[in-house]
C-alpha cells in the first residue's frame, strides 16, 4: 500500500527504535524522566520559548493552551477551516468554555485587519476576546505557508491590544523548511506553540507546547486535569529526540514529493486544484467527472490510500514512508482511473 492519507502514518525510523531502546527512564510527573527533560529543552530551544512541555497529542496541546489563555465566556479568534476549529470535536467549547470567533483566511492566513475588527470592545453585551489562534503550515488550505509578515501582522495587533497568540504549528518545520524561514522567526510572533513530533517528523507518539515558563507552570497544570501526566514517557520522547534532531531537514524530500505529485496531476483533465497553493507536503484536489468517493475508492483497488475532505476535496499528504517512485505510480493510477471515468 503507498499510504498517502497523513503523515501521522510514519513509522519510527531504526534509530528512533534504537533510541527507545536505550532510553534513560524516570517518573515524568515528578520531573525526574530525564529523557523527556533533555527533549522539552530542545524544543524549547529550536523554538526560541524559555520552556516546553511533551504532550500526548497535538489536540491536547491546543486545547492546553487555550485552557492555560482563557477563562470561559471568553472569545477565541480563530481561522474558519483551523484544526482548532473545524477538527477537535469543539473541545475549545466544551472544555474551556470559550466562544470561537472563526474569520475566513486567505489559503490558511489570517488578515490583520480582519482579527483587528473582530477584537471586541468593553461592552456588557459582548464576551471579552481572549486569545488568537494560528495555524502554519494550514492544513486545510493545502498546506500552505502562512508568510511571517502575516503573521507578524497579527501578533503586532494582538500585541496593541494586550492579547496572547497561539500558533498551531502542527507542521511549523514543514512552514520553515519550504520557506527558508527560521521556525524561531515564526514563533516570535507567539506568545505559545504546539507543534507535532508524530507527523512529518517521524516520532510514535508525542507534541510539544512551548512558551514561558509561567505558561508552561500553568500548561503543566492543565495536563494533569486533562489526564495528561505521564510516568516514563522517556520511552517514546527518547523517538522525539532523534525526530528533532534528525528528521528536520529531509522534510524538504516529502516536499519534493508533493511538488512531483501536484505537477502530474495538475496536467490531468477531471481534477481542479490550484498547483500553486503546493509549497508543503500536501495535495487538495477537486475532482470533477467523478465523485470523491469514486476516486478515492478506485485509487484504494490500486493500493493508494487518500482521504476524503468534506465535502468535495481529497487529500493526498506525501511523507518520509512514501519514495518518488510511489509518487509516479500514484500519478500513473489517478491518470488510469480518470481515463476509465
Ligand atoms: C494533526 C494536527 C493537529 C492535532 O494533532 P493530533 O496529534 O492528531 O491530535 C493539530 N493541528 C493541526 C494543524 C494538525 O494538522
Redesign the pocket.
Known sequence: MIDLRSD?VTLPTDAMRKAVFEAEVGDDVYGEDPTVNRLQELAADMVGKEAALLVP????G?QIAVLTHCRPGTEVILEADS??YY?EAAAASVFAGVQPRPLPGKRGSLPAELVEWAIRQDDIHLPPTSLICM?NTH?RAGGTVVPLEDMEAVYDVACRHDLPVHL?G??IFNASIASGVAVKEFTACTTSV?F?L??GLGAPVG?IIAGSLDFIDEARRWRKRLGGGMRQAGIFAAAGVVALETMVERLAEDHANARLLADGLAAMKGIVFNPDDVETNIVIVKPTTLSIRELGDELEKRGILTVVIEPDRIRFTTNKDVSRIDIEKTIEAVKEVLGGS
Open positions: 501521522t497529542s497535538g489536540t491536547m491546543n484544526h482548532i477538527y495555524e492544513n498551531d502542527a507542521r504546539q507535532c508524530s507527523k507534541s
